[in-house]
């Protein structure tokens, strides 16, 4: 048996052949790689943190005008300020993306009423809230994704400063529900070792809004109040950009305006772990 071995060896290697070796017919061995392993190991780690992991981020925001629409008593009245707000979120595929928002903020409102210009000033107050991300619809040719992003936040502040005197019994309270659907595409841009990325978006935002603010003048008895004002325009526009760097893959920097309802602008930053 061994010498019939050695003899279908040595006629493998020295007889001419006239067709080519076609080998075994099952393409799916031999299933491991001396040199991929490493590689197909990590990729598949990533491909698992990528279906369920969570991230981390941190937005500022920056409220140069939002407009109000208040009652006939009421006139002018706008909100000015800053957000600073922190982001907890998980993301379920490339599908749905629940998120959590707590974080702080200092804000400015202004109104005219009963003939005085009114000024309140709040101390930096506690904002909180919720949502999710839906992606509604993607192009298999462009790469274009429509995705759908509701959320619900509430601001409840202490009043530091009121422009008129002798003001009592005040109150600071903002709740916002909003909903855009927005379009996005991500460009791929290879640099050395690593890609890095932008995506720029755009789309429409709808605002829901009850502004809550109030006081009494303890020497003449009026309230001042905005009466629940809402936005005085409630679908705007927001257009933004996420960028990746080559270098911090696990890292993302988001630039974000909204316009026509609110003049505003956001810098923020998502850590993935």
Known sequence: MKRLFFI???????????????????????EG????????????????????NIKAGLDTEFITSRKLNTSSEVTNAKIE?????FKLSTNF????????????????????????????ETEPGLVWGGGAKIKVWESDRYKIKLTLDAQY?????????????????????????????????KYVFPLGLRDYYIVPYGGLTYYR???DVSFTQSTTGSLYSTYNASDKREI????????MPSLLSWYLFNFEMRLVNETAFTLGGTLKF
Request: charged share 20%; with cysteine.
């Open 8 to 30: 279908c060896l040595v006629l493998t290697i020295t007889t001419p052949c006239l067709a080519a070796t076609v080998g075994g017919p099952d393409i799916s061995i031999p």
């Open 33 to 52: 790689s001396m040199c991929l392993k490493d590689k197909t190991v990590k990729q598949t780690l990533d491909r698992y943190d990528y279906n369920m």
């Open 81 to 85: 300020g800053q957000n600073v707000v």
């Open 93 to 120: 595929g490339d599908l749905f993306e629940p998120y959590i928002k707590v974080g702080t903020c200092n804000l400015k409102l202004k109104w005219n009423q009963s003939g005085n210009g009114v000024t309140v």
């Open 153 to 185: 936040r509430k601001i409840d502040a202490g009043v530091d400063r009121i422009s008129v005197s002798s003001a009592q019994d005040d109150n600071f309270e903002i709740g916002e529900m909003q909903i855009s659907l927005l379009a996005s595409k």
């Open 209 to 211: 809004t009850d502004v």
């Open 236 to 243: 705007g526009i927001v257009m933004g950009l996420d960028i």
